[in-house]
């Protein structure tokens, strides 16, 4: 009889989670999702600003912010994970010297951090007797159980930044794509848009609990007023500065 015999009819109670953290989805979409909404009211504004006829300012905008924005997200994104891992590296080396120079004190830590989560003390001890065989290997199990940190999955600065300039890129570029192939009104550029929103809003909620419409609908409404507001304001300005 094998180990899982016992079990009552295990393929019917197995299930996958996603992952709750977001995985590369989340800030993906939300890249994207920021340059659509971004360039999308900017290009609004300059549309409200500008004359019906001359569509080279929007295109100009359009493309300006595509630009700064993407390189803004990178740079924005690869210093702030760069920072975080930075921290986290400082923390985790600041564990490792409390394991070199006070052993036993931190060994005894991580039996009560055991016995915390239920298991019984004796059990508690020799598991933390055990992982402090290996010095290296305390330090991440100390670094993880006690500030939650993977020494082994921290995140890489380069790979963030290049993920944001794109995601936010193909975000930013949606608005611009009917201007692009010499469409010179501003509908289409506006439906796409708002196409876009919804989409984003849509996928977005395959990590959350929320219905695909909602989110849809919900990023849909948002993004408008976004660049709905900035419409008036840019045809406010314009008319003060005619």
Request: proline share 3%.
């Amino acid at each position: 009889m094998s180990a899982t015999d016992d079990l009552p009819e295990l393929e019917k109670i197995q299930h996958e989670h996603p992952d709750v953290t977001g995985g590369w989805l989340r800030p993906a979409v939300f890249g994207a999702m920021d340059g659509l909404v971004s360039n999308f009211a900017l290009m609004m504004g300059v549309v409200g600003g500008s004359s019906a006829d001359d569509t080279k300012p929007v295109v100009l905008a359009g493309l300006a912010g595509l630009a700064a924005g993407a390189f803004s997200m990178a740079a924005g994104e690869y210093t702030s994970v760069a920072s975080q891992r930075e921290f986290a590296l400082a923390q985790v080396d600041i564990e490792r010297q409390e394991i070199l120079h006070n052993e036993a004190a931190e060994e005894a830590e991580l039996a009560v951090m055991f016995i915390d989560k239920g298991i019984d003390e004796s059990t508690a001890r020799e598991m933390a007797r055990e992982v402090h065989e290996d010095p290296e290997n305390a330090v991440k199990v100390h670094a993880r159980e006690e500030f939650g940190v993977d020494t082994d999955d921290l995140a890489s600065p380069m790979l963030a930044a290049v993920s944001s300039f794109f995601s936010f890129a193909v975000g930013a570029v949606i608005p611009l794509l009917s201007y692009l192939v010499g469409v010179e009104v501003a509908w289409p550029a506006i439906v796409l848009s708002l196409v876009g929103l919804f989409a984003c809003g849509a996928v977005v909620t395959r990590v959350t609990a929320r219905s695909w419409w909602f989110g849809g609908l919900r990023q849909l409404v948002l993004g408008a007023a976004a660049a709905g507001l900035t419409y008036l304001v840019g045809e406010a300005v314009g008319a003060s500065l005619g």
